[in-house]
């Protein structure tokens, strides 16, 4: 069975500092890698995916993860975090299905609180 | 683009009660999916509809969980009886297909007393 570890639950930093968000995934077969993030009382926003080719995914706000297949990981980084970057961010799993769908299973979540 | 709407936003019963959750996907959107989200988890898919057609729904509590999607537009999801454990916010997400990208509305947060 798939699962997915974000081993930090909170993750403070100084703003314009850069910022590293850890995730290991669990999956004995291939899989498509997904960086969401919530800002509060809203719903989830896709920042990056990972499906094939490049190992690394550069997504919106500045934020790029590197896919590490012998080290199950997918991290997300940020070279210089802004205070808007406050926010809980999930990474997500998916072994691609018969019909191309996939179904998401989510880490618990990292809160960034980037500091003045 | 008109996002995905929800509603209500809060709500709070006390256990044993039933509630109803509204979800209505972004125009033209054939996938919609419900997870629940308990405080300090990620987001658990709960039920997956194509069009009005039920794709997965392995992981609802067919005992006191049922979600309908009456000509594959809007959503409901309920609730009977509530649980304490129920607590959580309930997302709502669409995706023009089974591939493409979900798009989440705000959720609904239930506490259940």
């Known amino acids: 069975a798939q699962s997915v570890t974000q081993l930090d639950s909170q993750v403070p930093v100084f703003e314009e500092a850069p910022v590293e968000l850890r995730c290991n995934y669990s999956s004995s077969v291939s899989v498509y890698l997904f960086w969401y993030v919530q800002y509060p009382n809203q719903g989830l926003q896709l920042l990056l995916k990972y499906l094939s080719g490049s190992t690394l995914v550069k997504g919106i706000n500045g934020f790029e993860a590197e896919f590490n297949k012998s080290q199950t990981s997918f991290h997300l980084r940020k070279p210089s975090v802004h205070i808007s970057d406050t926010a809980e961010y999930f990474c997500?799993?998916?072994?691609?299905?018969?019909?191309?769908?996939?179904?998401?299973?989510f880490g618990s979540g990292t809160r960034l609180l980037v500091r003045p | 683009e008109a996002g995905v709407a929800q509603s209500p936003r809060y709500k709070i019963i006390e256990k044993r009660q039933s509630v109803a959750f509204w979800c209505n996907p972004i125009?033209?959107?054939?996938?919609l999916y419900w997870y629940q989200q308990i405080l300090g988890q990620g987001p658990k898919l709960l039920i997956q509809f194509q069009n009005n057609g039920v794709v997965d729904d392995s992981q609802l509590p067919k005992d006191r969980f049922s979600a309908e999607r009456l000509k594959g537009v809007d959503s409901t999801l309920k609730i009977q009886p509530a649980k304490l454990e129920d607590s959580a916010v309930y997302l709502c997400?669409?995706?023009?297909?089974?591939?493409?990208?979900?798009?989440f509305g705000p959720g609904t947060r239930l506490t259940v007393l």
């Open positions: 997400a669409s995706s023009l297909g089974v591939s493409n990208e979900q798009f």
């Open positions: 125009s033209g959107h054939a996938t």
């Open positions: 997500a799993v998916s072994t691609p299905l018969k019909d191309s769908s996939y179904k998401l299973i």
